[in-house]
């Protein structure tokens, strides 16, 4: 059973840092590929960073400069590292992992994605 859980959210003011993470169980980590997505109140479900199997990122570029996406497969985490946040960023941030291989383009697609977290929220005070 493939399960992905988020943790490192909390408060933190802007220009501040928070970087999350998203342990990975239930399957060969290092063959799918993931993502990060957020949601605020009343937006939709949004991508911002993404990394494939092979290690290649994107990112969207509302986040682009500011955000890291990287993971370490020895222990199936996939980390988010946010600099330079604003109060915009303010949302629950999910991680998302796609194991049928869905192509690459469709990277900040949320249908993409077949497996989820239950999300860490990150609130930005100005």
């Known amino acids: 059973q493939v399960q992905l859980l988020e943790s490192g959210g909390g408060s933190v003011q802007a220009g501040g840092s928070v970087r999350l993470s998203c342990v990975a169980s239930?399957?060969?980590?290092?063959?799918?590929?993931m993502a990060w997505f957020r949601q605020a109140p009343g937006k939709e479900r949004e991508g911002v960073a993404a990394?494939?199997?092979?290690?290649?990122?994107a990112y969207a570029n509302i986040v682009k400069g500011r955000f890291t996406i990287s993971q370490d497969n020895a222990k199936n985490t996939l980390y988010l590292q946010m600099n330079s946040l604003k109060p915009e960023d303010t949302a629950m941030y999910y991680c998302?992992?796609?194991?049928?291989?869905?192509?690459?383009?469709?990277?900040?697609?949320?249908?993409?994605?077949?497996?989820w977290g239950q999300g860490t929220q990150v609130t930005v005070s100005s």
């Open positions: 998302a992992a796609d194991s049928d291989g869905r192509s690459w383009s469709l990277r900040f697609w949320p249908l993409k994605y077949n497996y």
């Open positions: 239930g399957y060969t980590y290092s063959r799918y590929s």
């Open positions: 990394i494939d199997k092979g290690g290649s990122t």
